[in-house]
């Protein structure tokens, strides 16, 4: 249920879209850094790559780490 909202919800798509704009200016790992505090293997930062923007931008706020965050 947590997952549907999170990919559906307006506020969400809003936080993607300025996430992907994040991505498009500082990369992929800035990205990643900003929403989990750390540094991204090589393995997701290869897989993220496969994805447009905002899917990984979508991607990125769907992960638990993302969301659970301390």
Same mark, same amino acid.
């Not at 999170?6 to 850094?33: H, V, W």
């Not at 505090?37 to 905002?54: A, F, I, M, N």
């Given at each position: 249920? =947590?997952?549907?909202?999170?990919?559906?919800?307006? &506020?969400?798509?809003?936080?993607?879209?300025?996430?992907?704009? +994040? +991505?498009? $200016?500082?990369?992929?790992?800035?990205?990643?850094?900003?929403?989990?505090?750390? $540094?991204? &293997? &090589?393995?997701?930062? =290869?897989?993220?790559? =496969?994805?447009?923007?905002?899917?990984?931008?979508?991607?990125?706020?769907?992960?638990?780490?993302? +969301?659970?965050?301390?």
């Amino acid at each position: 249920m =947590q997952a549907l909202t999170l990919l559906n919800d307006a &506020s969400f798509f809003e936080f993607a879209t300025a996430l992907k704009t +994040i +991505i498009e $200016k500082e990369g992929l790992d800035a990205a990643f850094r900003r929403c989990t505090s750390r $540094k991204p &293997s &090589s393995d997701e930062l =290869q897989l993220l790559g =496969q994805l447009d923007t905002l899917s990984a931008a979508r991607v990125l706020l769907n992960l638990d780490e993302t +969301i659970t965050r301390d």
